[in-house]
């Protein structure tokens, strides 16, 4: 059993930064992908961002490009999500979540393990 906790959301004003942390309670050797997923209040959890594990491939959801980056720390079994050029929409409760399965790493199905969420708020 793999336990996710997030860290590292807050408030923040638009055009600010923020990083976010998943903490793995053991190595993730069996993960195939880890991501970031969101929901904002109303709205459905949403893709953000996922990577490969093994081959180091990640991807992105159209909005997020050229202001978030994904990356993992091999050593610390920690995943991290760089905010950058923050905007109001991105106002969500984000999610860590590591798939065991062969399966698009876009998708919230293919991930078997959640943290807890952490909350971003971005304001005007």
């Known amino acids: 059993q793999v336990q996710l906790m997030e860290s590292g959301g807050g408030l923040v004003q638009a055009g600010g930064s923020l990083r976010l942390s998943c903490t793995a309670s053991?190595?993730?050797?069996?993960?195939?992908?880890m991501g970031w997923f969101r929901q904002a209040p109303g709205q459905e959890r949403e893709f953000v961002a996922s990577?490969?594990?093994?081959?180091?491939?990640?991807w992105s959801t159209d909005s997020v490009k050229g202001r978030f980056t994904i990356s993992r720390d091999n050593a610390k079994n920690t995943l991290h999500l760089q905010m950058n050029s923050l905007k109001s929409e991105d106002t969500a409760v984000y999610y860590c979540?590591?798939?065991?399965?062969?399966?698009?790493?876009?998708?919230?199905?293919?991930?078997?393990?959640w943290g807890q969420g952490t909350q971003v708020t971005v304001s005007l």
């Open positions: 053991r190595r993730t050797v069996s993960a195939y992908y």
């Open positions: 979540a590591a798939s065991t399965q062969l399966a698009d790493p876009r998708f919230e199905g293919a991930y078997g393990y």
């Open positions: 990577l490969s594990v093994r081959a180091g491939n990640t």
